[in-house]
């Protein structure tokens, strides 16, 4: 899957476009081209190698063999480099001794529909193609599209929509010809991210570990090809959900893969921020400050959750610790009263009471919220009196009641310890299931002089979290499943009742390391670097949560996005947690905290960012850190 916001290829590995599936080109949600089929003095060439050479780029190789001698040797092969944008480069090399001449033949087609409408198999058939210009030309009542050919074809018949060149090859030459796909009147396309990250495209990690740095690299690339703009304010730029299925905006995951991508810099977390701004909901009422967001299915134990919930409880956190990592003052001043807003919202909601529920669904009190809410509050409030507001809210004396009703009345007791508990319901009742989701109560957030706020469990129960999540019934070996092995409803391929969701595995990585659980930490991570390998580095949002055996490699799920945006970012988040980086740009300090187990081994990460400048860090084979780069003026808080 080659991907440029609002542009995307989808292909199998034999590089043939046949028109299945979801196969073509895409431009802002609408195929553009769903077949383009070669073939090379009337033969399809044999499919040897498809691998992706960035984000937005996929290289296919192929062979052709045109003796009739029996020998085994190829005496063509055809090379198709194909963008994002919609251009394919197909290319004819020749390893011949001999002069050939050869008709090379591109048929093609397309439905322009949308890609709901191809994902769900309603798309249609094949429109009617006519020759234009150098190419060919399609109109349906609502799009038209247009595919032009450099050279120009010697031949193009319209019935089957197919172009034909004749090429002459002396030996060990080649010979090339470019496809441009458009709608009709487009130019072509520039990915909406192009550029964004051009700092962060030199990050580099490099150790002990060989898979650390194409982690890296594709998170980097991935997040960048995921970069939409706001149309009319196009110098915002935020992370769409992931491709193909999700290419607009999700509110809270656009706000979690922006937190986790701080260590880049903070252009992605204000655009993002900015954007979401102008979607609060305004004027008097319940949901005044609340950021809306569509309902997220939950599993088999819960109705679905609203996401507006948790994207207003992570406006001011994001915000919070763009400023700590070097969100410059003046930006953080024009989105305060926004969020300020969120956590009125999050006061007025939770009113008399302790526990904040539902938005949608009334008197479920879910654990991850809890989570979300007492952060928002210890952050909100901690960036609220750092810029002369104070805490007229009471938010971290509402915090502390949370934290003292939340261990009582959330913790299911058990002879093995216990466990905290999925959701509390209006009765009082507890959704005894262990998920995934309780990885949040590990995510305490940054306040200043690197200092982390506390969490909802205490120690005890903070240990013995751990404990669970080390477990088999938890971590599969390639990550944290999203339901216990052992729960009722089970299902590897559940996406929120078994499936390892990077997300939360992540998030579970960076918590148990902060927490000091450094071996359950370091046990998932070695999961993840491992599933990350057995799918090129670009992970997925999720895989299915079977045990991992020997020799064996993650079942991919077939709803997954890949890439998406919190996938790409939390392999910069894990990375980066390495080291423990905790930056208060304001107050000019940097401090390190690093996994003391160093479980990668010896690390290195360059051209990240804090405080607007270049950063560079190393972490030894002993678990020390040292700064490499840094701004002028950062020092090393203790």
């Known amino acids: ?47 040897v190698q498809a691998r992706m050479l960035s984000a937005d780029r996929a290289r296919f190789v192929a062979t052709l063999r045109l003796s009739t001698d029996g020998g085994p040797d190829p005496e063509v092969f055809v090379e198709r480099i194909r963008h994002a944008d919609g251009t394919e480069r197909i290319t004819l090399h020749s390893a011949s001794g001999r002069p050939l001449r050869l008709p090379l033949e591109v048929s093609l087609g397309t439905d322009l529909a949308e890609v709901g409408a191809v994902a769900s198999g309603l798309a249609g058939p094949e429109l009617p193609a006519s020759v234009h210009d150098s190419g060919m030309r399609w109109s349906s009542a609502t799009a038209h599209c247009v595919v032009t050919a450099d050279p120009a074809p010697a031949d193009a018949l319209a019935s089957a929509g197919l172009l034909r060149w004749e090429v002459d090859l002396p030996p060990g030459a080649s010979r090339s010809v470019e496809l441009r796909v458009r709608p009709d009147g487009a130019g072509p396309v520039r990915a909406a991210g192009h550029g964004a990250l051009r700092s962060a495209a030199g990050a580099r990690a490099v150790g002990d570990d060989p898979r650390v740095q194409p982690l890296l690299a594709r998170s980097v690339e991935d997040l960048q090809a995921l970069l939409l703009r706001d149309p009319e304010h196009p110098a915002d730029l935020y992370p769409a959900a992931g491709a193909p299925w999700r290419c607009g905006i999700a509110p ?51 109705p679905p959750g609203c996401t507006g919930t948790e994207a207003t409880l992570l406006f001011p956190v994001l915000l919070a610790e763009a400023w700590r990592w070097g969100l410059p003052g003046q930006e953080v001043e024009e989105l305060l009263p926004a969020a300020e807003r969120c956590l009125e919202w999050l006061r007025t909601s939770v009113g008399d009471g302790v526990f904040l529920s539902d938005v949608r669904s009334a008197g479920i009190a879910r654990s991850e919220v809890q989570a979300h809410a007492h952060r928002a509050a210890l952050l909100g409030a901690d960036l609220l009196d750092a810029h002369g507001r104070g805490d007229p809210m009471g938010l971290r004396q509402w915090a502390a009641r949370l934290r003292s009703a939340f261990r009582e009345q959330f913790w299911v007791d058990d002879r093995a310890g216990g466990r905290p508990a999925a959701a509390r319901l209006a009765d009082g009742r507890l959704v005894p299931h262990l998920t995934s989701g309780a990885a949040h109560l590990l995510d305490t957030g940054l306040l200043g002089s690197g200092t982390l706020a506390s969490g909802l ?28 092995a052992k729960e009722a409803a089970y299902n590897p391929f559940g996406h929120r009742g078994g499936a390892v969701r990077v997300h939360e595995t992540a998030v579970a990585v960076t918590g148990l390391a902060a927490a000091g659980y450094e071996k359950e930490a370091s046990s998932l991570l070695r999961g993840l670097l491992s599933a990350a390998e057995c799918f090129g580095h670009r992970l997925p949002e999720m895989y299915a949560g079977e045990q991992r055996t020997e020799g064996g490699a993650p079942l991919p799920h077939p709803a997954a996005c890949r890439p998406a945006a919190t996938a790409a970012a939390a392999g910069v988040h894990v990375l980066a947690a390495l080291a423990g980086i905790r930056p208060d740009a304001p107050a000019g300090t940097v401090k390190l905290t690093p996994v003391r187990s160093a479980p990668l081994g010896e690390l290195g990460l360059s051209a990240l960012s804090v405080a607007g400048a270049p950063f560079s860090v190393r972490v030894s084979r002993l678990g020390l850190a040292m700064v490499e780069e840094a701004a002028d003026g950062l020092q090393l808080g203790v």
């Open 1 to 47: 899957m080659c991907v440029a916001l609002p542009a995307l290829a989808i292909s199998t590995d034999e590089g043939q476009l046949t028109g299945r599936g979801l196969e073509g080109f895409y431009r802002a949600g609408r195929r553009t081209l769903s077949r383009c089929h070669v073939r090379v003095a009337g033969r399809d060439p044999v499919a």
């Open 252 to 302: 809270a995951e656009a706000l979690a893969a922006a937190r986790m991508a701080l260590p880049l810099g903070t252009r992605i977390a204000a655009g993002t921020l900015r954007t979401l701004a102008r979607s609060q909901v305004e004027g008097p009422g319940p949901r005044s400050g609340l950021i809306p967001g569509p309902l997220r299915d939950a599993g088999a134990h819960l």
């Open 457 to 484: 469990l205490d120690k005890v129960r903070t240990e013995q979290l751990a404990r669970l999540f080390g477990g088999p019934v938890m971590d599969s070996g390639w990550g944290l499943r999203s339901l216990g």
